[in-house]
């Protein structure tokens, strides 16, 4: 895909005005670098020019009527040029880091932006200790009229100084106020929403503790937990699908599904089921408890045995200790005889989503 991206990219021979995204470009499709993001609607690479880590980001659609759409919207990079600009007006500290945003760095009609790299740590490496900053860095920003309603914590980096810093701002909004109180809720939301069980359970107070010293937020804690546990089971669930379609992890065979990437090590074991439906449906379960960070079984292969009956064949997880627990913060109850009994789940088909008041 990154081949084709490129071609598709290059193909009518025409160069970006700027000097700079013209050598960017070059080493991007010379291979040199590093491809950070590959898919059909974004290409990112991280690449070193004239001493300096730089990020350039390539839109390269596929989607039907995407030239139509160009036309009714602001492209996605000019809009992440244009907050970027916004962004470090408002807030000074931030010039020195991103250096100045200009016409050498964005040519949207050919949708090529470039920034510099940021050095620093990512939301999914964040820690307890992490927690204040987080908060703090999150009301400066909603101050700075700063929203984002695609926010997950890799969107996110606290940098040596411990500021926190958005990394793209493509489907953010940079406004000339404060932000609004309930895209202030809606982003919390989403960045809990984004973190394992564990990681929510111990993020969530200390960091809105240290907001709420800075900033209004008039949703409790607990409302705010509700939601986003409303956002991540409505995202996993979606997510889980691709277990069932060809994707980059699984593979649909003639008699079942292979798992081909991201394979779990361990010890193994078997589910039976009665039917391809049945087992198709207790395959996307466990997959989907996975995505959740639960412990239960692993999906490796779906297939139809000899005796013609479906089997799932997955890795037995680490025990949980806290299984009931980590299954009411997911979304989930099951009866406790239901349960292994040395902390995992093995067959999900006992499994109720309750509803998210009973979780908290």
Known sequence: MARENMARFTADGKK?????????????VAGDGELLRLSARRSVFR???????????????????????????????????????LLCERWPELQPILGVVDAEQIDAARGCFARQWFAGRRGNVWTVEDSAAVGSGMATLHQL????????????LLDDCNRLLPLDLGHAHVGNAPSAASDRCRDWVHLLGGFCLNQRREFASPMLAAYR??????????????????????????????????????????????????????????????SSSSAQETFRMLYELELHGV?????????????????????IPEPSATLQADL?????????????????????????????????
């Open 328 to 360: 009411l913060a997911a979304g989930y109850a099951m009866e406790e005889n239901n349960a292994d009994g040395i902390g995992f789940i093995h067959d999900p088909r006992g499994l109720q989503r309750v509803k998210p008041k009973d979780t908290l």
């Open 145 to 156: 009229g700063w929203t984002d309603v695609d926010l997950s914590p890799d969107d996110l």
């Open 47 to 85: 690449l070193k020019d004239q001493g300096a880590d730089w990020i350039l980001k390539l839109d390269a659609p596929e989607r039907s009527f995407e030239a139509i759409r160009a036309r009714l919207r602001r492209p996605p990079l000019a809009r992440e040029s244009r907050n970027w600009k």
């Open 295 to 315: 412990a239960a079984l692993r999906p490796v292969k779906l297939q139809m045995a000899d005796s013609g009956d479906w089997v799932i064949e997955g890795v």
């Open 16 to 28: 970006p005005r700027s000097s700079r995204l013209c050598r960017l470009l070059q080493m991007a």
């Open 213 to 274: 010293s800075a900033q209004r937020l008039r949703e409790s804690d607990a409302e705010i937990m509700r939601q986003a546990l409303l956002w991540t089971s409505a995202i996993l669930h979606r997510q889980s699908r691709r277990c069932l379609r060809e994707t980059r992890d699984f593979t649909p065979k003639k008699n079942g599904i292979v798992r081909c990437e991201g394979i779990p090590q361990g010890e193994g074991s078997v589910v039976e089921g009665n």
